[in-house]
């Protein structure tokens, strides 16, 4: 952490947006993490990620639970809302705002201990009630504000930082969230923002329940030989299966590849996903085969990165009730109370 | 790109810029903490090591370290960037220091039996007495006037240097007892060769003010001044009015000294006028608004063609109308612009057109050559000229500059003769002497004050106008006060703490890359300069501004930093978890003469 505040002062030549905001209008204050904490790098891959989309700060809805990860909210836009919820609880608040305004670009942002430990139960129902938002898990394999402990994500076989063995088994959220039915699941590494940064982009432009695990390096509790979420292992181990690019209908497409190898997925908003194949064989759009791969890899030892599935025909939690097109909370008393008369037709509609 | 190699004291001097820009290599950085600390003492004997006249030049001085300072690019989003106030903060540590005196070399207690003569008695030259008497050399300082201070007592006016001030830090070498010749101005190098002197430096400055021979000027000679001959005259009291309506020609710093002079000696309408445009005038900017702010117009554009006289007295100057026009290389020519000449009425006119150098006094057989433009061909390491004895420096060296240029060839040229006394190879220069040192105080705790200040420039308070146009010796300009002068410091952005950067170290984290508030650091794959400037983390402004280049990392990229904006906040290095980046204190004190190295 620093304790002076960054200096408000800029590059003058940052490239803007087209809502005319540079990158750094995108901050929140400074980060009071540890220095080199995996986290800030998610911090500014998000804060890359909303500049490059042009998204309205106002726009957008960040909510967290308890820890490290869960902090760092406050770390990035500092002009949208936010939420700080109790452990392993933002799941369901995240649903409940969702339902109440649909209209806002949901940013869940947990970690290990907040998403696999006392949230657990919360983190699979939200997704397979289908919640429309971007669910993204820092995760470091330790529950770093209590000094180190292994979380439940930590490989089995991996060691503390003083020499203790991991027996238990690992959980993997985003085979997880492959099963319960998130219809986006990414997973990256902190210490890659040219991944991380379209995987965000194009999780937000995602109509549906979208998770990424983000791999993020606890700099002063699980960096050391033998951790598997140290830097070095994971940029041994890292098997990315494709690379993505975000393409804005106005930049023309600039880098070329074999053809064959690419495929492009249009999203909602008019722009184009463009997902390099990495390994040949890898169709990011069949579910079974994804939890087949990543297992696979993961029983040799490999960390799979990238886009790992997605639902061209996602739907969300919202079409699955049939609610109205507006957001709930714009309805006034005069849509949410009919009257007795209305009340009347549908009482006898059930009878 | 190849790494850099950080060793070459060249490195982080550039990144130093007011200190590469100054021609003395002033630590402009390390004393204006010294004067955010309340060291003022300290401040000014950095300075006095450095440039010698730290009071006058705190007044005068052209101040090249400002347009290089990195806060007026850094600044350039606010739309009005500017530079930290590094001259008037020199004069901060001036005022406010206390007796310095204690402080200063004592003469030498043996002689080492050299001679040296010193031909004029103003910066350079005594700059050279200052750098030679301590070591125990015989110097004989001549000079025409019969006080020592040469253009700095003559030229500048007393209402921005007052006698008080330069007369103390002229004292400080006079009290190293040099060899006073006052009043005794040098009409022959032969006959001084022939006094067996084992150096002689010639520090006589631009003494001829350029003439302007258009018609009617002798016929109306008792109106028209030369400019700095009047300016002398001025500060030797023979001079105390001039007439109601002056114009003053010429655009240079001695033009904008004869306006303000003649409103404060009775000219109630003071034009100037100038050949160029406003914009090319060779004044400071600093100076050209001080005039105007006086109620001085300049007007631009105008040759003038004749002066206007009737029954041998001045009543104005003829003026053609210009226009600049530029050929295909950029090159700018005036042509007449094809309107009427105008008539500006006047009673005085003083001619400020430039300075020129003359050597009448110089025999061309002793062996010391002249170029085509019959200047002495000067080394411009050395300061020796052709004649292994002679040295040269300050304005007689190269044309007019100004002080802290004469201090910088003062200081090279003592360096020489002290070389040259010795016996030894005037050409094996002595190498800076220069520290590099953490200033890491804790975990996040350096011995530098480094959040960043988002104040604006400070203005210099001035005495009221009423009261400086009517007295040609009182002081314009009131200095910063104290509050305001440690705002001011506090705007410096340290960029002698070097970011120092230790590969090996390095586990690629990103932390630094995402703190840095201006973008500086990038991790790439290495290319070739033109390519990688093209894939900076934010676009490279400055191509003359280094890129610091690690070595390898791990993954095989390497660390870029551009140093262009960096605002040395030393939040990458608060932010490294392994200690990669350490803020290093650079500091270079240029080299002199053994004595100012060992208390330098």
Known sequence: MTYIVKPRLRHPALPVN???FTHRDYEGTVSTLCAGCGHDSISAAIIQACFELAIEPHRVAKLSGIGCSSKTPTYFLGQSHGFNSVHGRMPSVLTGANLANKDLIYLGVSGDGDSASIGLGQFVH????GVNMVYITENNGVYGLTKGQFSATADKGSKSKGGASNMDTALDLASMALMVGASFVGRSFSGDKEQMVP?????????GPAFIDIVSPCVAFNNHAGS???????????????????????NPITVEYAPGTTEE?????GSTLRLAKLDASYDPHDRIMAMAYLQAKAAKGEFVTGLIYMDRQAGDLHANLG?????????????LCPGAKALDGFNTSHR | MAATDVRNPDYFHKVVDCQWACPAHTPVPE??????????????????????????LGRTCDRPCEPACRRGRVEEVTGAPQPVAICRLKRVAADNKDGVKARMPSPAATMNGKRVALIGAGPASLTVARDLLPLGYTVVLYDGDTSAGGMMRTQIPKFRLPESVLDEEVDYILDLQPELRLGQKINSLRGLLSENYDAIFVGCGAPRGRELEIPGRKEAAANIHIGIDWLSSVSFGHTSKIGKRVIVLGGGNTAMDCCRTSRRLGGEKVDVVVRSGFEEMKASPWEKEDAMHEGIPIHNFLVPKEFLHEQGKLIGVRFEKVKAEYDAKGRRSLVPAGEPDTVMPCDDVLVAVGQENAFPWIERDIGLGFDKWDMPVVDPATMQSTHPKVFFGGDAAFGPKNIIWAVAHGHDAAISIDLLCRGEDVNRRPPPMVNLSSQKMGIHEWSYDNDISNDARYKVPHAPIEQTLKNVRLEVELGFDLKQAFAEAQRCLNCDIQTVFDAPKCIECDACVDICPMDCITFTANDAEEELREHLSAPSLHPDQDLYISPALKTGRIMAKDEDLCLHCGLCAERCPTGAWDMQKFLLNAPKTEYACRHG
């Open chain 1, 228 to 250: 598997t979420k140290a830097y070095d292992f994971v940029r041994a181990h890292n098997e990315a299966v494709n690379s993505l690019d975000i393409m804005e209908p106005r």
């Open chain 1, 199 to 207: 995987l965000i982009m194009a999780a937000m432009r995602h109509p």
């Open chain 1, 323 to 335: 609610t109205v097109d507006a957001p709930l909370n714009s309805l006034s008393e005069k849509e």
């Open chain 1, 126 to 129: 939200c997704i397979r009630r």
């Open chain 1, 265 to 269: 997925v249009a999203l909602h908003d």
């Open chain 2, 31 to 56: 004393y204006i903490r010294m004067i955010a600390a309340g060291r003022y003492s300290d401040a000014y004997m950095v300075n006095w090591h450095s440039n010698v006249f730290p009071g006058i």
């Open chain 1, 18 to 20: 087209k809502l005319g």
